[in-house]
């Protein structure tokens, strides 16, 4: 018995690390529980936080839905809803924000799928967007400068990981789907001034969202590839 004991505690040691026994289900998310989390929405059917200092808002009305291993009440869906995300843990840069999302129709106009910011002479923050089936712009800004850069389109039906990092003086975005590699986006230095609501599709759109992220550093692809692999 007490070379079981010890045995077990040797393992929780190398494999917990700083995230320790974690939930309630003694569930591994040393992938995801790292330093710097500040906010992190599982987005299981509500739109509180589990780590975090307040819950997210709805506009409209929302479902449960699947998660990418097909388990039931792991998402929320909705096709008239915009979720936001207005806690004073999303602070300035450094960061990394990342979620998945799965359109479950692809619209044929402009719509926004995340982004954190407003409008002005330049965009101020950042937002990944989709244009149809055939492009996905992304932007981040200060509002007087800033860049576009643009990635592949999205199709109906694929959960879609996405992440945007800043930090010195550079910012990064990362797309990949479920089931395949992630990869950057689009890397470029620029301006940057943090502002506004975290929103998850601003536009009307018949969409799903799962785990919300925010760190108050830059990941590394390391790290946001360990995120991008693993399932709450």
């Known amino acids: 018995m007490r070379n079981r004991l010890i045995i077990f505690a040797v393992m929780c040691f190398v494999r917990c690390g700083t995230a320790g026994i974690y939930d309630e289900a003694l569930t591994d998310y040393s992938r ?20 975090g ?7 409209a009305g929302y479902v449960t839905g699947m998660n990418r291993a097909n388990e039931n009440g792991k998402t929320i869906c909705t096709t008239a809803s915009r979720f936001d995300f207005g806690s004073a843990n999303f602070g300035a840069n450094p960061f990394t924000i990342s979620a998945w999302i799965k359109l479950n129709t692809v619209p044929g106009s402009l719509n926004s799928i995340l982004q954190k910011g407003t409008t ?11 244009n149809g089936a055939t492009a996905l712009p992304l932007t981040f800004g200060n509002g ?13 039906g694929i959960w879609y990981y ?11 975005y990362y797309v990949g789907t479920y089931g395949s590699n992630l990869a950057v986006a689009g890397s470029s230095a620029g301006n940057y001034t943090q502002s506004g609501t ?35």
């Open 32 to 51: 995801i529980v790292r330093a710097g989390l500040n906010e992190w929405y599982p987005l299981n059917g509500n739109l509180s936080s589990r780590i």
């Open 53 to 59: 200092d307040a819950g997210g808002t709805a506009t």
């Open 120 to 130: 002005s002479t330049f965009w101020i923050g950042f937002k990944i967007e989709q």
């Open 144 to 156: 007087a400068g800033g860049v576009n850069l643009t990635s592949s389109g999205v199709a109906a």
């Open 162 to 172: 996405f992440a945007f990092s800043y930090g010195n003086g550079t910012g990064t």
């Open 198 to 232: 975290l929103q998850i599709f601003t536009g009307v759109l018949d969409a799903c969202a799962d785990d919300l992220l925010h760190y108050n550093r830059v990941l590394s692809f390391d790290e946001l590839n360990q995120n991008f692999k693993s399932l709450e």
